[in-house]
Each structure stands twice: as C-alpha cells, then as structure tokens.
C-alpha cells in the first residue's frame, strides 16, 4: 500500500475511489472497502482511500476537545494495509481545505489530481464546505465529469444500521463483545507505560500503567476486562482496570488504565504496547479494604482467563 501525504506527484490507473473518515473502519466500511476492490478488479484499475487528517472537527468545530476516535491515524493506516487497499491519501486538514466547497474538491481534488473512474460512498456520504456534497449532488458531478458513482446501502445488524457513534456508545458503556462485532475486529489501545504508584505489587496484582498514544482515543467505560497485550514481539494475557485519577494521566476524560499481565514480573517502563480489549468482567466498585479487593482480583484474574482460553 502506498501512503500520499499530497498529490502533487500521485500516479495510480483506472483509479477506483472512496472519501471519509472511517474513524473504526468497522463492518459498513469494510463493505466499501469489498466494493472498491471488487470495482477495481473489474476495470484492472487501483483503490484509493482519501482521508484526512487532522480529524475535520479539530479543525472545524468549537468543541473539538470532546472528540472521542475509534482509531488513531496509524491504528487506521495499519487497518487499511491489511484490507490489502492500494493508495491510502492522507490529506492534511486545514481551514483552507475545508473551505473548499464540493464542486471544488469533485473537481480540483478527485478529476484533476486523482483522475477518478468511479466512486463509491456510504448510504449517509456527506462532504465538503457545510456538508453539502450529498449522493443526489455527485450524480450530477460524475454525469459531468464522466465517473461512475455507486452507493452502498448501510449495513444493518440485529436492527441497528452501524455507524461509528453505535459503536462509540457501546465502548463508553464498556460494552466490549457489542463493540467489537460491530468493528470485525478487536478494540485496541495503544500506548506507553508510565510511572504508576505501585499499590497493585504491594497486593500481588502489579500492574503497568498506561498512557493512550492520542489523546483523542476513546476509553472505554469504567470498569475491569480481559485483554490481550503485545510488546516486543510478545503475546500476553491479562486483566486491565479502567478507573479515574485525575491528577495521574493524560488520556481522554483523565480515565486511568492499569493492566495486569499474568504470571509477568519483568519492567516495561516506558515500552510501547498494545491492549486488544476481549470482554468486560464486572463494573467497578468500592471494597470495604485491602483483603476483600485481593479476593475479587483473584475472582477476576480466574474469570479472564476463561474468557481468554476460550478466545485462544
């Protein structure tokens, strides 16, 4: 997969073009994503994926810091690699940008620079300067401009049509299983470990505590889960805490997440690591004191790894 970062030297055949955000690239996205490949084949020509980054509501919107992402741009980068897609652009997002009306963008960006032979979008594509660009718009534009559009239906699942906010609200919830059949893939997080207060080695529980890679990552709810971890190559099992302690992080909605890699003593201080998030245990909740917490971490550490064999 190549990956543009501008246009100006970009070369690619018959290309067969998709535009958003994918913030999750969860199952309706990967739709287009069998479409555009399956269109390419068709005319021997190459997907693109053309989004941006920053996120457009950084740039745009006076409530940016409530911006919560599936994703972050190299968690996507990698998704759209193994998707096995041909040009990811991913185009910088200023002001200037987003005030290119559509006609603009359909003309400047996908005829002129691109060369687009067909498109293909989500039932709900809305695009450029106040959202204007919608499905009826583009008919217009790919009669003008002598590109084929499709539009996919939105892919619905137990009576609910998938989005990115569904899948959002099931995360926030901890709502781990629901958010993860939506994705076709599991929820990660990526971070580094920092420097914690070593109260869960006191109890035999240690714990690394982690710092997400993008402050605009989601966490998910408050609460203790099975999760898989991966570092140097390496593949764990654990039990991970989400809880709050404002004054010891920087990770959305000051949310502190502490793993528990089982049967692991060595020092990770300061490792990149990645979480994959299987299931939610239990909620969080106050223990009377020291001996009954160690007691439920016991309860806990059985019930993950029954959830994580049973995954393996």
Not at 13 to 21: L, Y
Not at 152 to 157: G, M, T
Not at 244 to 266: G, Q
Not at 272 to 293: C, M, Q, S, W, Y
């Amino acid at each position: 997969m190549k990956i543009h970062h501008s246009l100006d030297n970009f070369d690619a055949r018959s290309t067969v073009v998709t535009i958003g955000t994918f913030d999750g690239l969860h199952k309706g996205h990967q739709l287009i994503l069998k479409k555009l490949k399956n269109l390419a084949a068709e005319i021997g020509g190459e997907t693109v994926v053309f989004t941006f980054y920053p996120h457009p509501r950084i740039v745009t919107a006076s409530d940016a810091s409530s911006l919560r992402l599936l994703t972050t741009k190299n968690e996507k980068t990698e998704l759209f690699r193994k998707a096995g897609i041909d040009h990811l652009v991913i185009y910088p997002f200023d002001k200037a940008f987003a005030s290119l009306s559509y006609a603009e963008f359909v003309k400047e960006i996908l005829v002129d620079k691109i060369r687009t032979k067909c498109l293909v979008v989500g039932y709900d594509h809305k695009f450029g300067k106040n959202r204007e660009g919608g499905f009826e718009y583009l008919k217009t534009c790919a009669d003008k401009y002598n590109f084929r559009i499709e539009k996919l239906d939105a892919l619905s699942v137990e009576g609910e049509n998938i989005s990115s906010t569904l899948i959002r609200a099931a995360l926030q919830s901890g709502d781990i299983l629901k958010a993860n059949h939506y994705f076709g893939h599991q929820f990660t997080l990526h971070g580094t470990v920092v420097e914690g207060k070593q109260l869960g080695r006191k109890m035999g529980f240690p714990t690394a505590n982690i710092e997400a890679s993008d402050k605009y990552k989601i966490i998910p709810g408050y609460g203790v889960y099975a999760v898989t971890v991966e570092f140097d190559g390496r593949k764990l099992k654990g039990m991970l805490n989400i809880g709050t302690r404002p004054t010891f992080n920087k990770n959305a909605d000051n949310r502190s997440i502490e793993v528990n890699i089982f049967d692991f003593s060595e020092d990770i201080y300061r490792k990149k690591i990645t979480i994959n998030f299987v299931a939610k245990i239990r909620d969080e909740k106050k223990f009377p004191g020291i001996e009954a917490l160690v007691e439920q971490l016991k309860k806990d550490r059985k019930n993950a790894l029954e959830i994580l064999d049973t995954n393996d």
